[in-house]
């Protein structure tokens, strides 16, 4: 495992380009124990529900509460490391899911992953986010594509990529600037959550799995709401910091509070909730 002083050098790339890949973050024996998990939970799943989902594109969501092995991916000490440097303490996960697009599809339409943080752009990034290449990402296998300096972009910018007003079909000019995220398996992208990207299309015959954990300011609301989908007995035996990356966690003065108390008192056995009859 790469440890968090190897990837020091991080920085410069992801202010220039909205995200850096960090290769060999996993081992041979973490790769296997997380492929061995998906192909458990992938099994014969439903597939997307749109474009954006992927029709050919199977997706578990609430990764983080499924198994250890998730749970040590979005605590990845390099990962953590990064992300204690580009977003406020107390920061929460956001979105955990597995990314698994079959052959034949095609390409997602471009996006950014904050979007729904209405804030006028050019703006610092309200949310990081990640992708693990579970197996190798290659030209054909539907690699996830980036437009590199994107995440510096203006709101007005950010429409002008999309042909007239649909924001689904992106205007031929701008193929170009896609580039594919070819990395081994056992490599992390981590990139803004202002950065347009998207799916690539899978040209190939098999399968491209990933891992997409997503991180978000503290005062944000999250995609996913961990609080109910997660129940309280696993949320205990996770890791202090897991559990404040859940909500479990006060962001000061106040922000989190339950019948201002800590959150975390929520998990302590002989807990009493005020309001119940
Ligand atoms: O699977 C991928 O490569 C990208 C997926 C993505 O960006 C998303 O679903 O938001």
């Known amino acids: 495992m790469t440890s968090p002083n190897e990837t020091r050098d991080w920085r410069k790339g992801y202010e220039t380009d909205g995200y850096v890949v960090l290769e060999g973050l996993l081992s041979a024996a973490e790769l296997s124990e997380v492929r061995d998990e998906l ?22 969501y609430t990764l983080v509460g499924r198994g250890k092995p998730f ?31 079959a052959p034949d599809e095609t390409p997602q339409p471009a996006h950014t992953d904050d979007s729904f943080y209405t804030i006028p752009r050019p703006r610092p990034a309200i949310s990081v986010s990640t992708m693990w290449a579970i197996d190798d990402f290659t030209e054909e296998n539907g690699a996830t594509e980036m437009i590199a300096g994107s995440h510096r972009w203006s709101d007005d910018e950010l429409l002008n990529m999309y042909v007239g007003d649909d924001t ?29 990207h998207r ?10 799995t990933a891992v997409s954990n997503q991180y978000c ?15 309280k007995n696993k949320v205990a035996q996770m890791s202090p910091r897991l559990q404040s990356m859940l909500g479990y966690s006060i962001h000061p003065p106040f922000m989190g509070q339950v019948t201002a108390r800590h959150p975390l008192k929520v998990l302590d056995p002989g807990f009493k909730n005020p309001l119940d009859d």
């Open 71 to 101: 749970e040590r991916l979005v605590e990845h000490p390099a990962i953590l490391s990064m992300l204690d440097e580009l977003l406020l303490p107390n920061y929460l996960l956001t979105a955990s899911q597995a990314i698994a697009i």
């Open 217 to 231: 300011e503290p005062w944000a609301r999250p995609q996913e709401n961990f609080f109910l989908s997660i129940p």
């Open 168 to 196: 689904v079909t992106l205007a031929p000019r701008y193929q170009p600037q896609l580039r594919p995220l070819v990395m081994p398996a056992g490599s992390c992208a981590v990139f803004a959550g202002t950065l347009v």
């Open 199 to 208: 799916g690539g299309q899978n040209r190939s015959g098999r399968v491209r």
């Open 39 to 60: 192909a458990r939970l992938l099994g014969e799943g439903p597939s997307g529900r749109n474009d954006f989902e992927g029709t050919r594109t199977q997706r578990v």
